[in-house]
Structure formats: structure tokens, C-alpha cells
């Protein structure tokens, strides 16, 4: 090859593919995880899954309030109207999911209400919703898109590749498909190009202070599925 193409090669290399890059070994530990391996398989004790459904529900609301700064830090309404919808689907579609799941397994309303965040769950929705807020108006926006495309390019990432997957469970199917949609894949690779322009142009500090937050959110939701399982 010649020494043009490799010139050409580095400069079109995204920012949001040196994020995922450099946030292993912990990309491959929560898009690979033995519990996405089990939900597509079907061989997930409902016991875990119940678990993963209270604490994600708690995640799911501090992921909600993150949305809600990123569309308040987002520089001009054509970048709002990505985010505004996608806080539309985790308040109804995917809000309805958790509702609908816990009556199927059986959990009633006052242990998905009153079980407390898990540690794991508590360090993850602080990640999210301060690396979304930060200084809200102080030029925050970079961090803001960071975060949110972590959390929702693992989920992209090892949903995707099971789309055809036929678990038993009907909730295990949802749970898959509302990852593996056009619309969803679609909606990543927005987030993707959103984070590429928002980070465009930073300088290497700030770019380091990025990859390091992506790294420690992608961390936590490895973490997030091995919490899971319990001690």
C-alpha cells in the first residue's frame, strides 16, 4: 500500500472509533458478556433477569435525566429532534417493556419501587448523568454525546449480532429486538456521527478526558451485567 493511502488512512479515522478501541478490554467484556450470551440462548435464570430489570429500571430513569441535559446542551433544533425522540422511547416503549416484564416474572410493584440501587447501578447512572451535565451551558455537550453513545452503542453492539435470536422467554425476545431495530442501529450510528462532529477540533487534553470517560462507562457496563448474576 502505498504511503498516500496510509496518510489517508489515519485521517479518516473517527474519534468514536478510537473511544471504542481504547475502552478495552472492557468493549469486548459487555458487548461478549456471558449474560447477553444466555439472554439470546434462552438459558438466563429468570432469577438474573428479574435482578438486571429492577436495577436497569433504575439506570433507564437516570439515563432518561442525561437525555434530557443533552438535548438542553445540543447546539440547534435538527440536533434536538434525535435525542428529543429517542427520551420518547425510553419513557413509553421502553418504559412499558420493564412494566409489562415485571408482571409476566411476577414482581410486584413494591419490590421494583423499593429495591434500592445496587452500587454497580449507583456508579453507572452517576457516570451517565454527570458526564451528561456536567457544567449544563458551560460547553458540556462533547461529554454529554460521550456518554450516551457508550450506553447505547454495547447495548447496539451485542444485540445486533443475536437479531435472529429465538429465546423462549418472550421478554428475552423484546429485550433483543428493541436493541436490533433499523431504527435503534440507526439511531447509534447518528449518535456516532454526532459525537465525531462534537469532538472534532477538540484539543488533546479534552480528547483524552473523553476517551477516559468512555472508558469508564463502557467499565461499569461490563460490570452492570456481571452484577447480574449476584455474590
Excluded at 36 to 58: K, M, N, S
Excluded at 128 to 151: D, F, K, N, R, W
Aim: hydrophobic letters at 40%; a negative charge; one cysteine or more.
Amino acid at each position: 500500500m502505498s504511503s498516500s493511502n496510509n496518510e489517508n488512512e489515519l485521517t479518516t479515522t473517527r474519534f468514536t472509533d478510537r473511544l471504542r478501541d481504547e475502552s478495552e478490554p472492557f468493549w469486548t467484556q459487555a458487548t461478549t458478556h456471558r449474560f447477553t450470551r444466555q439472554l439470546a440462548d434462552g438459558t438466563l435464570p429468570d432469577e438474573v433477569f428479574i435482578r438486571y430489570l429492577i436495577q436497569d429500571y433504575h439506570y433507564v430513569d437516570c439515563l432518561a435525566q442525561a437525555v434530557g441535559f443533552a438535548v438542553a446542551l445540543a447546539p440547534d433544533m435538527a440536533t434536538r429532534r434525535p435525542l428529543a425522540g429517542f427520551l420518547s422511547v425510553l419513557t413509553n416503549a421502553e418504559n412499558d417493556f420493564f412494566l409489562k416484564s415485571f408482571a409476566r416474572l411476577g414482581v410486584d410493584e413494591a419490590t421494583w419501587r423499593n429495591t434500592p440501587p445496587s452500587p454497580v447501578t449507583q456508579a453507572i447512572s452517576e457516570a451517565i448523568v454527570g458526564g451528561a451535565s456536567g457544567h449544563a451551558g458551560s460547553g458540556q455537550y462533547p461529554e454529554a454525546m460521550t456518554v450516551l453513545l457508550c450506553s447505547e452503542w454495547v447495548y447496539q453492539a451485542w444485540a445486533e449480532p443475536v437479531a435472529d435470536a429465538q429465546p423462549p422467554q418472550p421478554q428475552y425476545r423484546e429485550w433483543i429486538e428493541l436493541h436490533a431495530t433499523a431504527e435503534f442501529i440507526g439511531f447509534v450510528e447518528w449518535l456516532r456521527e454526532e459525537t465525531d462532529r462534537a469532538c472534532e477540533g477538540l484539543d488533546a487534553e479534552r480528547q483524552e478526558a473523553l476517551v477516559a470517560l468512555f472508558r469508564k462507562v463502557t467499565e461499569l457496563e461490563a460490570a452492570f451485567f456481571e452484577d447480574a448474576f449476584g455474590s
